[in-house]
C-alpha cells in the first residue's frame, strides 16, 4: 500500500497540478478541485496511518481507500478533464492499488467499473457541454482504447504483485 502512497499519490498531485497551470480553468473549478485533493489526502493519509491500529479491519480499510480514491478520480476527472486530456489517468490508481492486495478476479472488477466511469463521465461531459449530440466515434474509439488500457495494466499489475510474492515466498 505504501509504494502506491510514493509513487502513484506524487503522479496524481503532479497530474492536478499541471492541468491546474497549464489549462488555466476558472476559479470555481480551481478551487474545487484542490478542495478534493487536500481531503483526499487527509483520508488517505488518515486511514494509511491507522491501517495497523485496526488490524482486524485492515482488509475493509483497504478496500475503502480504493473505493475513496476512485471516486476522488471521477470528481477530479470531471473537473479538469475538459482542460487536461491526461486526466484519465487518475482511474489507473484505484485499480492499481487494488492489485496489490486483491484477488485478480476483484482487480477486474475494480478496473472494470474504474473503466466504466471513466466512460460514463466522457458520455455525461459530451452531453452537457457538447451539442447535446452524446459522443462522437473518435471519443468512443478514445474512450473505449484508454478503458481498455485501465483493465490490461490492472491485470498487469495484478500478475507482477503475485509474481513477486511468489518469487519472495520460494527464497524461504
Do not use: C
Not at 18 to 41: K, N
Not at 85 to 106: E, G, I, R, V
Not at 145 to 164: G, L, R
Amino acid at each position: 500500500m505504501h509504494i502506491l502512497n510514493y509513487y502513484f499519490t506524487p503522479f496524481a498531485v503532479i497530474l492536478i497540478l499541471f492541468a491546474l497551470f497549464f489549462s488555466e480553468p476558472e476559479r470555481a473549478v480551481t478551487y474545487a478541485s484542490f478542495a478534493i485533493l487536500a481531503a483526499a489526502f487527509a483520508a488517505n493519509y488518515w486511514l494509511g496511518s491507522n491501517v495497523y491500529r485496526f488490524m482486524r479491519w485492515s482488509r475493509h480499510i483497504r478496500a475503502v481507500t480504493v473505493w475513496i480514491n476512485l471516486g476522488v478520480s471521477a470528481a477530479l476527472f470531471y473537473l479538469l478533464s475538459a482542460y487536461w486530456a491526461p486526466m484519465w489517468l487518475l482511474f489507473l490508481t484505484a485499480p492499481a492499488a487494488s492489485a496489490m492486495y486483491m484477488k485478480k478476479w476483484q482487480v477486474f472488477l475494480t478496473a472494470l467499473f474504474a473503466s466504466g466511469i471513466m466512460v460514463g463521465l466522457y458520455y455525461a461531459r459530451s452531453v452537457a457541454y457538447g451539442d447535446g449530440g452524446g459522443m462522437g466515434a473518435q471519443l468512443w474509439g478514445m474512450a473505449a482504447s484508454q478503458a481498455v488500457f485501465i483493465i490490461f495494466f490492472s491485470m498487469f499489475t495484478s500478475a507482477m504483485a503475485e509474481m513477486i510474492v511468489k518469487v519472495r515466498d520460494s527464497q524461504r
